[in-house]
C-alpha cells in the first residue's frame, strides 16, 4: 500500500485497500504466485502487492448483490455503502487453473467467478430488452431532469462560494490522488483523482514533466474535468506510454502535484524473457530496478566531477563534469539541466552551458555574489536521471577605496507602474569595518549607458521607491553602499523593467528587445468626464525616510487615462497640502519623503484629467512616520560541528524577533587572531551551514547575524572554538544544510539510479534543491532494506523543552572499525525550509538503526565521549492512542535524561508477533518526527504488533527503548473517546499544581466536549483513584489545589463526549507536592517609564536552559502583543499595549531543569490597576503647555517659542535648524525662561534661506522632548509674505494712517453709515472723501478725537452703488483706504440692510375684511430692493386674482379673497438678506381661521347691505328761495336694490301727486319734485323718503317762497350771517355750464336743510376712501346756488382725503343746483373743530364773494330768462345738463396697490 494516502483518509473505508475477504485475498495470492512465472520479478513482488476487495464475498458463502443492472467495479457492504473498489479475476491459462484447484479457497473462487460471469450476462440482457422498452418521451424527461438537476447543483455552490469567498479561498488539495497502473500493450488506461480548491484550480496533465496536448494527438488522450473530478484517458497504451504522469493544480492561493506511474507490458513471448519486466518502484525515493525503454537500460555515470569552488567577484568560473551513458548510441543526447539553489538556470550573458557529447559545462562568465549557492549538474535519459550538486562561494572583489563596504546583491525592481517601482536588494556581508551609512540606488534607460543617482541622501532600508518613470520606457537599476570610507562597487545590473501599468501591458504591447521601449498605442478622444475618487487608499508601506500610498482608480474615470494628485495633514488638523504641485503622478502608488519623523500625517488622493479635478478619496487612517520593520534580534547558540579536513557544520538557533527575515550571514576566526572573514557572502536562510575553505588542524570559532530589509543584527555570541578536522564516516559535502522536521510533500522525481544517489529536483523553482551525497563507493554492507513504504505523519509538531531547530542525526551510532563505518549512516543535513517543505526519504538514513546489540551501544558510549555530549536514554511508556484496521497512533513518554543537547526527533520501531514469537524490527519512519506520538500505518489487521522508540538529539541517536506491550491491530469502534495523553506537571507547590495534556486522537462517536482529572496517592490501590473536578472542564490544563505537604500524587485525565467518559490516560509519573528551595513566582512590576512587565527568576539554571513564556499555556512562539527579555537567570515579558485582549493566566517554563516554572492571572481588576499605576509612573516627556509656534512681532519679526509646563533649572535647549545647531548670534537671539517655561528664538527677517524645520530640543535630566515646526512651500511663502507685510505696516503707521480701514455699518434706522478709524493724525491733517473719483463734500467739520471718520446714507438705493475711498494725509506721508461698493459688494451691502429691515419686522397678524382674509406685518423701513416671498405650507404662493400681496407704506400685506378650506395651514413672510434669511409665521388654522372666517362673512354681509340699501344719491338743495308764481322742478337720483319705495313729505306730511304738485319716479332711479306755480303756501320743509329691505334715507330741503318784485333783470344773490344763499326776486336767471364737481368737498358751516341718513353698518376698512355719490347728468333747477371754486392746486378728479367726508353741502351754480351728498364710509358725519370752522367759514365767504361778483359781472352783459331743465335721457347736453356726477370709486392710489395685487371700492 502506497504511503501517498493523506491522513484524514485512513479512516475512511472507501481508502482503505487492505479491508478485503479472506478468500479474494487467498485467490489472488495463488495468481500472482503462478503467474512470476511469465515475468523476470521474483517472490518479493508480492509483499507490495495489494488486491482491492470485494466485500460482497463473506466468509460463510457467496452473497451476490441482488438485481444488478450491469457491472461495476465498486465494491458494497450490506448497507449499499461503497467501500473499495473491485478487481476483476480474469481467467488465466490451463496451468492457472490447475493450480487454483489444488486447495478448497481455490474452488470457492472459481465457483464465485463463475456465478458473477453468469449473473452478469443474464442482467446484461435483461437490461438490453428493459431500454428497448423505453419511450422517447421518458428518454427525453429523465435527460431533461439530469440536465435540471445539475444545474441546480452547480448555482447551489456558486452561491455558497460567493457567500464569503476569502474564507472559502484555499489552495488546491487532493481528496483522491490518481493510482499508478500497470496495463497491458492496446489496453486503454484511466487516470483519475479529485480536487478541491478555491477559486476552482487550474488543472494540468503531464508526461515525464512535459505537459499533454491532446490536440497534438488526436484519440490518444482524452481529458476530463467534471466536478472536480479529473481524468485522463490513455487508448490504446503502447511502450511509448511507460512514463510517470503528474497532475498539477494550480489557482491564486498556490500549486499542488499528485504523480502516477503507467507501465506498459507486453504479452509473454512478444520479448525477451530475460529482461526484468517494468515495475513499480518499491519505495519512494529510490528503486530496486531501473526503468526500461525499449529493452534497453541506460546506466548513466557522472565522473569528473566539479567540487566546491571558490571564485572572487569578476572572475570567471567553469564547472564541468563527464558523463558516461551505457550503453552508448549513436545521435542520443541526454538532457542537461544545471540549476543553482533548486532555480534551474537558463542561459544569458551571466551564465552558458555546453553539452561536448561527453561532458557538461557551466560557465559564469562574469562572477557576482547573486552566482554564490549549490549548483547541481542533472543529467536526464529515458531510464531515469542522475545528479551531482557542489558548493560555489564568491567573494567580494577588492574595494577601490581601502575600508569600503561591499557591494549590495538580489537587486530586484517589484511593483512596476506607470512612474513608479520599488527597488529592493540584500545588505552585503562585508562592511569594510565601519557601519555601512545606507546605500545609493542608480537607474539606467535600457538602451542607454547614462547612470543618474535617484536619492540624494543614502537610504539604510534595503528598499526605495523610485518615482519620476517615464511611461513606456524600460530600466534596469543598481545599488551601491556606502560608509565612513567610501563607496562599494556597483551591484549586478537588475533586470529591465517597464514604466507602465501592470493591466495595460498585454494590451500595449510588449518591449522591444533591443531598447526595452514600450510600444504605446494611443486611444482615440473622447468627451471629457470628470474622473470620480480614488478608492481603497493605504498605506503600503512606511520608514522614517519615505511613505507608500496604494489606491485603486475610480470606476468613472472616463476613456481618457488619469492622473494623480496627492494631499497631505497632519493628523487631528484640517489642513490639506498637496505635495505634488508640479507633476501630477501617472501609477496609482505614490511615494512621500520629507516627512516628519514621529509626526502622524494623514493622506488622501483626487483624480484629473483633461476635464478637471475630481473629488478627493476617503483619508487614510493617522501614520506615524517611522520604521515599522525593526531589525531582527541576534541569533541564538550556535554550534559547530566536525565535517571534512577543510570544512566545519556550523548550526545556531534562528532570531526569534525576525520578521520578513532575508537570512544569515556567518563569519569566521581563527582562535586569537581576531579578523573575521565571511564564510558566506549570500545569505542563507537555514540555520545550519558548512563553512568551506578552512585550514586543517587550525581551531576556529564562529558567529552569525540575521539580515532583513531593515537591517542586519548584531552578533551572536561567538561558538566554542572547534580543531577543522574530519569527522568519522565523511562529511557533507556542500554548503547548505536542512534542519530536522517536516514531512511535506516533496517536488522531488523519482530516478532509477542506484541507492544513495543525489536526487535532484525538477518541479518548482522556489523550492530548494536537496542534496545527497553518493556514498555507494564508500558503503560496502548494509542493514537489512525492508522495502517498507510508510510514510510518517506527525501529530504535532514542536514541544516543550524540545529544540525545533537543531539538526538531525542519523539513527546509526558510528564504531571504530571500518566495516562498522562502512555501515553506519551519513549524516545528511539539509536547510530548515527545505526539509519542511521537502518529504525525501532515503534508504540509508537508517541502516544500522534497527541494529540494536550491545555493541552498537558500545559504539555509542565510544561516540559520545568523542563528541564531549551524550545521546538521549531510551523512552518509555508506550502505549496506543487509536487504532484502526491498518495503522496505529502510538505515545510514549520523553526520557529521564535526554542527553547533553535538546531531543531533535524520535525513530519508531514495529515488528509482527507470530505464535508468541516476535519478528524482525522494521522502520515506521525514515525521518525524524518531533512529536511524541506518531501513526504507524500500513499494518495488517488483526496481526499482533510489537514497538520500540529512539531518541535523537545533535549528539546521535539513543538505544531503543524496551520493546512495548504486544497490541492487536483492530479497528476501534466504541463509542467513547480515546485517552488523553502526553501528560505534564508543572508548578508544582506545597499545596498545589498544574496538570496540562494533550486531546485524545481518538474522538469516539462525537467530538471530545470535557474532561476530568483523576487523583491518588502514588503507593495507593487502583481502587483509590477519585476525581478531582465534578464538573467536566473543556480545556487542556487545571491547577490542583489542596494538596497535602510532602504527599506523592499521581494524576490521569479522562475524556468525554455524548458517549460517555472514555478510557483514562496512563498515570504521570510520582509528583511530590513540595515546594522546592529557591522557587520563585512571577512578579508584576511597572517600571519609572509606565512598562508593565511579568518577571520570572531562575536560580538553577544551565547552559542549556531556556525561558518558555505561554498564556493559557500555549506557548507564545511569536508573540504580537508582548515582549519576551532574558538577560542571565531572569526572563522578562513586556506587554506592548495592555488591553483586555491581554487578559489570561500567564506561565513561564524553564527547560533543562528540575521543572521550574510559575503563572500568573491577569484578570481585568488587576489589569485595571496596573494601568492606573503605570499611568502614575509614566515621565516620558517633558511636557508641553504649548508645541513649537511661529508667530509675527512689530517690524515683521519672526518669533519661534514654546513653553513647557515644569522643567528645572538643570533644563538645557538645543535650537536645530534643518538637522543643523544654531546658536546666538547676529542673525538668531534666544532666550530661555526657566522659571515660566518659555523658550524663544528670534530672527529680525524671513529669507529664502531660512525655509526649512525648525525644532527645539529639551532636555532635563532623563526626561527629554523636542517639538519641531514645518516652513516649506506654501506655508513659508505665506509666512514670509506676512512679515513682508508687516514691515510695511510699520513704516506706513509712522504717518497718518487707518487703524481700521474703510468699512461700513446698517443702523437700525436702515441708514448706511461709512465709517473708519484713523490713528496719528496731527491738526494740519486732511481726510478727504471720494466716490467713483469724485469727492464728497461732508459738511461735518473732521474731528479727529475719537479718531473715527463716518459718512451716512439714508434711503440707501442703486444710484448709491460704487467705490468710495479715503484719503488720509499731511506732510509725513498719506494713507488711502478704499470700498468697494459695486457689483458683489453693494449686494452684501444690500443684503445687511435688507437683514435689518427683516429684524425689524413684526409678527404676521390676521386681519378680516369684507374681500376675505388679510396677513400683514409693518416694517420700520421698506426698500424697493427688498425681496420678500410668501409661503404656505413651506411652499411658495403662487398669486392670483384671488391671493394677492402688497405694500402699503410699511405695511406688507398679503390678501386672501373668498378663503376656503385649503387656505388653511401655516404662512409665512420671509425676508431674503443673501443668507439664511427670517421668517414670521402664522398659523391660519383652527380657531384663528374660524374666528376670522366668521368676521370676514359679517363684514362682507354688512358690505353688501350697505352697497344694496336704499338711498338718495343726491340732487337736492339745502335751501330754495323762490318768488311766487314761478315754477320748481327738482330731481334727485335714488339708488338701491331692489328699487326703492319712494315718498315725497311737505312738513313731515305725505304729499300725493296733483296738478299742483307733479311727484314723478322714473326708471328707478329719478325722482322729480314740480310745482306748477309757486305760491306762499307752498314754503316749507320737503323731504324725499326712499325705502327698501336694506334701509331707508332720506333727503330734505327748504323752500322760502318771496314774493315776485318784477324782473329787474337781475337776480341778487345775497348771503346771511349762516351763509344760506337768496336769490333775488328780480333777477334773470341766467344759463350757466356747470362743470365737473370736485371729489375734495370744500368744508362749509351747517346749513338750514340737512338731508336726514338712514343709520348704516359701519365700515371696518379704514384703507377704502369713498367720495361723494354723483349728482345726475340731466337736472333741471329753476333756482340755483353760486358755482363752487376749486382751488389750483387740486383737480377735479382728486379723491376725498381719507381723514375726510363730504357729508356738507357743495355750493353750486344757479344754472345746474344740484347738491352733492356725500355717503360716508361711517355712519355719522365727521365734525370739524372749532379751529376748521373758522378756517372753513373765512374761506367760503371768500369764494361766495368771488363767484357773485362774477356772476354779477356776466349778467349787466347779458339778461338771461329763467329755464327749466329738463331730463333729456342718456343722451346729455353740453349746454343744459352739464356732467356732475363723480365716481363713486376712488382712483388708485400707486402707493397703496402693487401691479400683483390691486384693490377695488365695491361702493
Known amino acids: 500500500m502506497s504511503g501517498s494516502i493523506p491522513f484524514y483518509q485512513k479512516h475512511h473505508r472507501h481508502y482503505d485497500r487492505g479491508y478485503r475477504s479472506r478468500e479474494t485475498e487467498s485467490a489472488i495470492s495463488q495468481y500472482q504466485q503462478k503467474s512470476s512465472s511469465y515475468s523476470s520479478q521474483s517472490s518479493k513482488s508480492t509483499k507490495g502487492i495489494r488486491a482491492a476487495t470485494y466485500t460482497s464475498l463473506e466468509e460463510g458463502g457467496i452473497s451476490p448483490l441482488p438485481k444488478r443492472a450491469k457491472p461495476t467495479y465498486l465494491a458494497m457492504d450490506k448497507e449499499n455503502q461503497i467501500i473499495g473498489y473491485v478487481v476483476p479475476i480474469f481467467r488465466g491459462s490451463h496451468e492457472f487453473q490447475s493450480g487454483l484447484s489444488d486447495t478448497e479457497e481455490a474452488r470457492r473462487a472459481k465457483e464465485s467467478a463463475g456465478y458473477l460471469a453468469r449473473r452478469d450476462l443474464f442482467s446484461s440482457g435483461v437490461e438490453s430488452e428493459r431500454t428497448e422498452y423505453k419511450s422517447r418521451r421518458t428518454v427525453m424527461r429523465e435527460s431533461a431532469e439530469r440536465i435540471s438537476l445539475s444545474k441546480r447543483i452547480h448555482e447551489n455552490e456558486e452561491y455558497h462560494k460567493r457567500l464569503n469567498e476569502d474564507s472559502l479561498m484555499h489552495t488546491p488539495e487532493f481528496v483522491t490522488t490518481p493510482r499508478s497502473h500497470t496495463v497491458w500493450e492496446k489496453q486503454c488506461v484511466r487516470l483519475h483523482c479529485t480536487i478541491s480548491g478555491w477559486p476552482e484550480p487550474r488543472v494540468v496533465w503531464y508526461k515525464n514533466n512535459v505537459s499533454i496536448d491532446p490536440m497534438s494527438k488526436p484519440g490518444k488522450y482524452k481529458l476530463e474535468s467534471t466536478y472536480n473530478v479529473h481524468s485522463l484517458e490513455i487508448n490504446r497504451c503502447d511502450f511509448d506510454d511507460t512514463a510517470q504522469y503528474r497532475v498539477s493544480a494550480m489557482n491564486s492561493k498556490g500549486e499542488n502535484s499528485a504523480f502516477a506511474s503507467v507501465v506498459v507490458k507486453r504479452f509473454k513471448g512478444e520479448f525477451d524473457e530475460s529482461v526484468p519486466s517494468p515495475r513499480l518502484q518499491s519505495r519512494k525515493y529510490g528503486f530496486e530496478a531501473p526503468c526500461l525503454e525499449y529493452g534497453v537500460k541506460f546506466e548513466t555515470h557522472i565522473v569528473e566531477k566539479f567540487g566546491v569552488s571558490f571564485g572572487r567577484e569578476g572572475e570567471t568560473l567553469s564547472l564541468g563534469c563527464s558523463v558516461i551513458i551505457y550503453p552508448s548510441l549513436q545521435r542520443f543526447q541526454p538532457e542537461i539541466e544545471w540549476y543553482r539553489d533548486d532555480k534551474q538556470l537558463v542561459p544569458s550573458k551571466w551564465v552558458q552551458t555546453h553539452w561536448s557529447g561527453d561532458r557538461a559545462t557551466l560557465t559564469l562568465t562574469h562572477l557576482n555574489k547573486e552566482d554564490e549557492g549549490l549548483y547541481t549538474l542533472r543529467v536526464i535519459t529515458k531510464s531515469g536521471f542522475e545528479t551531482h550538486s557542489a558548493y560555489v562561494f564568491v567573494r567580494d572583489a577588492d574595494g577601490e577605496v581601502a575600508g569600503a563596504p561591499g557591494a549590495p546583491l538580489d537587486v530586484f525592481c517589484q511593483d512596476a507602474n506607470k512612474d513608479y517601482v520599488i527597488v529592493t536588494w540584500k545588505q552585503p556581508a562585508v562592511d569594510g569595518g565601519s557601519a555601512i551609512l545606507g546605500y545609493f540606488v542608480d537607474r539606467c534607460e535600457v538602451g542607454t549607458t547614462h547612470w543618474s543617482q535617484c536619492n540624494d541622501t543614502p537610504v539604510k532600508f534595503a528598499r526605495f521607491p523610485v518615482t519620476g518613470l517615464v511611461e513606456g520606457r524600460s530600466y534596469v537599476f543598481r545599488v551601491r553602499a556606502v560608509n565612513k570610507a567610501g563607496m562599494s562597487h556597483p551591484s549586478r545590473v537588475s533586470e529591465p523593467v517597464a514604466a507602465m501599468d501592470p493591466a495595460d501591458r498585454t494590451r500595449k504591447g510588449a518591449s522591444a528587445p533591443w531598447t526595452g521601449q514600450i510600444i504605446v498605442t494611443e486611444e482615440e478622444p473622447v468627451e471629457g468626464v470628470v474622473p470620480g475618487r480614488p478608492c481603497d487608499l493605504t498605506v503600503i508601506e512606511a520608514t522614517k525616510n519615505y511613505v507608500v500610498l496604494s489606491w485603486k482608480p475610480p470606476g468613472d474615470k472616463g476613456h481618457e487615462g488619469v492622473m494623480y494628485y496627492v494631499e497631505k495633514c497632519v493628523s487631528g488638523t484640517d489642513s490639506w497640502q498637496r505635495v505634488n504641485t508640479e507633476i501630477p503622478v501617472k501609477s496609482p502608488r505614490f511615494a512621500l519623503f520629507d516627512l516628519a519623523e514621529g509626526k502622524s500625517y494623514c493622506f488622501r488622493v483626487r483624480c484629473c484629467n483633461s476635464a478637471g479635478v475630481g473629488e478627493p478619496s476617503d483619508p487614510t487612517e493617522a501614520t506615524t512616520v517611522g520604521d515599522k520593520l525593526d531589525i531582527p534580534s541576534a541569533p541564538g547558540r550556535v554550534v559547530p560541528t566536525r565535517n571534512t579536513d577543510t570544512s566545519v557544520v556550523v548550526s545556531w538557533e534562528g532570531s526569534r524577533e525576525a520578521k520578513e527575515l532575508v537570512g544569515y550571514y556567518i563569519e569566521n576566526s581563527i582562535v586569537g587572531s581576531n579578523t573575521w572573514e565571511p564564510s558566506n557572502n549570500k545569505p542563507v536562510k537555514g540555520t545550519r551551514f558548512v563553512c568551506h575553505g578552512l585550514t586543517t588542524g587550525e581551531s576556529y570559532v564562529f558567529r552569525v547575524r540575521a539580515v532583513n530589509a531593515a537591517g542586519i543584527s548584531e552578533f551572536s555570541q561567538e561558538s566554542e572554538a572547534i580543531e577543522v578536522k574530519a569527522a568519522i564516516g565523511g562529511g557533507i559535502l556542500h554548503g547548505v544544510c536542512l534542519e530536522s522536521g517536516g514531512n ?90 527545505i526539509q519542511k517543505e521537502s518529504a525525501i526519504e532515503f534508504p540509508e538514513i537508517r541502516k544500522s538503526s534497527v541494529n540494536s546489540s550491545t555493541e552498537q551501544e558500545k559504539a555509542g558510549e565510544r561516540e559520545r565521549g568523542r563528541r564531549g555530549s551524550a545521546s538521549p536514554a531510551p ?69 499482533l504488533y510489537q514497538f520500540q522508540v529512539r531518541a535523537a538529539n545533535m549528539a546521535g541517536v539513543g538505544i531503543p527503548s524496551i520493546p512495548s506491550e504486544i497490541f492487536k491491530c483492530e479497528e476501534w469502534t466504541i463509542a467513547v473517546p480515546g485517552p488523553p495523553h502526553d501528560l505534564q506537571v508543572q508548578e508544582v507547590r506545597k499545596d498545589s499544581l498544574v496538570l496540562l495534556w494533550k486531546p485524545p486522537v481518538y474522538q469516539g462517536r462525537d467530538l471530545v466536549n470535557g474532561y476530568y482529572i483523576d487523583i491518588k496517592e502514588a503507593e495507593a490501590d487502583f481502587e483509590m483513584w477519585r476525581g478531582v473536578n465534578e464538573k467536566a472542564t473543556d480545556k487542556t490544563f487545571m491547577k490542583i489545589k489542596d494538596l497535602k505537604e510532602g504527599e506523592t500524587y499521581v494524576f490521569r485525565v479522562r475524556a468525554q463526549n455524548k458517549a460517555g467518559v472514555g478510557k483514562a490516560s496512563e498515570p504521570t509519573e510520582p509528583v511530590v507536592a513540595v515546594t522546592k528551595p529557591g522557587t520563585a513566582e512571577i512578579v508584576v512590576n511597572v517600571d519609572d517609564d509606565g512598562v508593565i512587565s511579568l518577571n520570572f527568576e531562575c536560580s538553577n539554571l544551565t547552559a542549556d536552559s531556556k525561558f518558555v513564556w505561554s498564556k493559557n499555556y500555549m506557548e507564545m512562539t511569536e508573540p504580537e502583543r508582548m515582549t519576551m527579555e532574558t538577560k542571565g537567570n531572569k526572563s522578562k515579558a513586556i506587554f506592548n499595549t495592555p488591553s483586555e485582549d491581554d487578559l489570561g493566566i500567564y506561565s513561564c517554563f524553564v527547560t533543562h531543569t528540575d521543572g521550574a516554572s510559575s503563572s500568573y492571572t491577569l484578570s481585568e481588576e488587576a489589569l485595571k490597576e496596573l494601568l492606573k499605576v503605570s499611568h502614575d509612573h509614566k515621565f516620558p516627556i517633558i511636557p508641553l503647555k504649548t508645541e513649537l509656534a511661529v508667530e509675527l512681532l512689530e517690524k515683521g519679526r519672526v518669533r519661534f517659542w514654546l513653553q513647557a509646563e515644569k522643567i528645572s533649572a538643570n533644563g538645557k535647549v538645543e535650537y536645530v535648524f534643518n538637522d543643523n545647531m544654531v546658536s546666538q548670534g547676529e542673525k538668531y537671539k534666544m532666550n530661555f525662561d526657566k522659571n515660566t517655561g518659555i523658550i524663544e528664538m528670534f530672527l529680525e527677517s524671513l529669507g529664502k534661506e531660512d525655509e526649512g524645520t525648525f525644532t527645539f530640543q529639551l532636555q532635563d535630566g532623563k526626561a527629554t522632548n523636542q517639538s519641531s515646526l514645518v516652513l516649506i512651500g506654501d506655508v513659508f511663502k505665506q509666512l514670509q509674505k506676512e512679515s513682508e507685510f508687516q514691515r510695511k505696516e510699520w513704516h506706513r503707521k509712522q504717518g497718518p494712517h487707518f487703524v481700521e480701514y474703510l468699512g461700513y455699518e446698517v443702523t437700525p434706522e436702515c441708514c448706511v453709515r461709512l465709517k473708519c478709524k484713523v490713528g496719528n493724525m496731527k491738526k494740519d491733517s486732511v481726510a478727504l472723501w471720494y466716490k467713483d473719483g469724485r469727492e464728497v463734500k461732508v459738511n461735518e467739520k473732521l474731528d479727529f478725537s475719537e479718531g473715527v471718520l463716518t459718512l451716512e446714507i439714508t434711503q440707501i438705493s442703486k444710484k448709491d452703488a460704487g467705490v468710495y475711498e479715503v484719503v488720509l494725509k499731511d506732510d509725513r506721508g498719506k494713507d488711502t483706504s478704499t470700498l468697494n461698493l459695486t457689483d458683489q459688494g453693494f449686494k452684501d451691502l444690500m443684503n445687511q440692510v435688507f437683514s435689518v429691515i427683516a429684524n425689524s419686522s413684526t409678527p404676521l397678524k390676521i386681519q378680516s375684511t369684507e374681500e376675505g382674509i388679510r396677513l400683514y406685518s409693518f416694517v420700520s423701513y421698506y426698500n424697493d430692493e427688498l425681496h420678500v416671498t410668501w409661503h404656505h405650507k413651506d411652499a411658495a404662493i403662487a398669486f392670483t386674482e384671488r391671493i394677492k400681496s402688497g405694500v402699503v407704506g410699511e405695511q406688507l400685506w398679503l390678501q386672501i379673497s373668498e378663503p376656503t378650506e385649503k387656505d388653511k395651514g401655516k404662512y409665512a413672510i420671509e425676508f431674503f438678506d443673501g443668507k439664511g434669511g427670517l421668517r414670521r409665521t402664522v398659523e391660519l388654522a383652527g380657531q384663528a381661521f374660524d374666528d376670522a372666517y366668521a368676521e370676514f362673512q359679517r363684514l362682507k354681509a354688512a358690505a353688501i347691505a350697505e352697497r344694496n340699501r336704499a338711498r338718495v344719491a343726491g340732487g337736492l338743495p339745502d335751501v330754495v328761495t323762490i318768488q311766487e308764481g314761478k315754477a320748481l322742478n327738482l330731481t334727485c337720483n335714488i339708488s338701491g336694490d331692489p328699487v326703492p319705495e319712494v ?60 314774493e315776485n318784485m318784477g324782473d329787474f333783470g337781475v337776480v341778487s344773490y345775497l348771503a346771511d350771517a349762516d351763509g344760506n344763499v337768496t336769490v333775488g326776486p328780480t333777477t334773470p336767471v341766467p344759463t350757466c355750464h356747470s362743470t365737473k364737481p370736485s371729489t375734495r368737498p370744500i368744508p362749509t358751516t351747517p346749513t338750514t336743510v340737512t338731508p336726514t341718513q338712514t343709520p348704516t353698518p359701519t365700515n371696518p376698512n379704514p384703507q377704502n376712501k369713498t367720495t361723494a355719490s354723483p349728482t345726475p347728468e340731466n337736472q333741471t333747477i329753476t333756482a340755483s346756488t353760486p358755482p363752487t371754486q376749486i382751488p389750483e392746486n387740486q383737480s377735479p378728479g382728486t379723491p376725498t382725503p381719507q381723514n375726510q367726508t363730504s357729508d356738507t353741502p357743495i355750493l353750486q351754480h344757479p344754472a345746474n343746483p344740484t347738491s352733492s351728498i356725500s355717503n360716508a364710509s361711517t355712519p355719522q358725519p365727521s365734525t370739524p373743530t372749532p379751529g376748521e370752522k373758522s378756517a372753513n367759514n373765512s374761506v367760503d365767504k371768500t369764494v361766495l364773494k368771488d363767484s357773485v361778483e362774477g356772476l354779477l359781472s356776466a349778467l349787466e352783459a347779458e339778461a338771461v330768462e329763467p329755464i327749466h ?30 401691479p400683483a395685487l390691486e384693490t377695488a371700492n365695491e361702493d
Open 1543 to 1602: 315718498t315725497w313729505l311737505k312738513n313731515e306730511r305725505e304729499m300725493v301727486s296733483d296738478d299742483h304738485y307733479i311727484l314723478k319716479f322714473e326708471s328707478g332711479k329719478f325722482a322729480s319734485f314740480t310745482i306748477t306755480g309757486v305760491n306762499t303756501a307752498d314754503s316749507g320743509k320737503y323731504s324725499i323718503l326712499v325705502k327698501n329691505k336694506y334701509g331707508t334715507e332720506s333727503g330734505d330741503f327748504t323752500l322760502n317762497t318771496i
Open 744 to 833: 511535506g510533500v516533496g517536488l522531488t522525481q523519482h530516478s532509477t539510479c542506484g541507492v544513495g544517489r543525489h536526487v535532484a529536483p525538477h518541479s518548482s523553482a522556489d523550492t530548494p534543491l536537496t542534496c545527497l551525497a553518493n556514498v555507494s563507493a564508500r558503503v560496502e554492507g548494509g542493514g537489512q532494506n525492508t522495502g517498507h513504504k510508510g510514510h510518517p505523519i506527525a501529530l504535532n509538531e514542536g514541544k516543550q523543552g524540545e529544540s525545533q531547530g537543531a539538526p538531525e542525526p542519523a539513527r546509526g551510532q558510528d564504531t571504530e572499525t571500518s566495516k562498522q563505518v562502512a555501515n553506519s549512516s551519513i549524516e545528511l543535513v539539509m536547510p530548515n525550509h
Open 875 to 943: 523512552p518509555y511508556g508506550i502505549n496506543v492512542l487509536e487504532c484502526v484496521r491498518d495503522a496505529m497512533v502510538l505515545a510514549w513518554k520523553q526520557p529521564t535524561f535526554i542527553g547533553g543537547a535538546d531531543i531533535t526527533g524520535y525513530f519508531v520501531d514495529y515488528r509482527e508477533v507470530i505464535d508468541g514469537v516476535p519478528g524482525k524490527w522494521h522502520e515506521a519512519n525514515i525521518r525524524s518526527i518531533s512529536d511524541r506520538a506518531y501513526r504507524v500505518s500500513e499494518l495488517k489487521e488483526n496481526m
Open 1765 to 1794: 331743465h329738463t331730463d333729456h335721457g342718456d343722451v346729455p347736453d353740453s349746454t343744459t345738463a352739464p356732467e356732475t356726477t363723480s365716481s363713486s370709486e376712488p382712483e388708485p392710489n400707486p402707493e397703496e396697490t402693487t
